[in-house]
Nanobody, 127 residues
């Protein structure tokens, strides 16, 4: 499975960006797809996840982005999207998409269990 993230950039506070992640793998619908981010000097942190078919495609968010970010997936195009609205300077980070086929609900907010990672895309929010 190869993941290709795109859509990062520079935006002013209050603005919006849309990140996309394309997967080359088969059985995309069975994968939990997630977004993490890592700011300089900080650990990688969970942003949002969309569980796979066995998880009912439920979505999950960190408290810091809930209500502002929306994760969605298109199983026909093997893509997952993160729509980011009302961006804040503290959202500045490199954003990574991740995928795993066997991850369980209690693990989805942890980076370590994910088997596949994209290359990361920079999001910078100016104040």
């Amino acid at each position: 499975v190869q993941l290709q993230a795109s859509g990062g950039g520079l935006v002013q506070a209050g603005g919006s960006l849309r990140l996309s992640c394309a997967s080359s793998g088969r059985a995309f619908r069975s994968f939990t797809m997630a977004w993490f981010r890592q700011a300089p000097g900080k650990e990688r942190e969970f942003v949002a996840a969309s569980r796979g078919s066995l998880g009912g495609y439920t979505t999950h968010y960190s408290e810091s982005v809930k209500g502002r970010f929306t994760i969605s997936r298109d199983n026909t195009k093997n893509t997952v999207t993160l729509q980011m609205n009302s961006l804040k300077p503290e959202d500045t980070a490199v954003y990574y998409c991740a995928a795993d086929q066997r991850i369980i609900l209690s693990e989805i907010r942890n980076a370590a269990p994910y088997d596949y990672w994209g290359q990361g895309t920079q999001v910078t929010v100016s104040s």
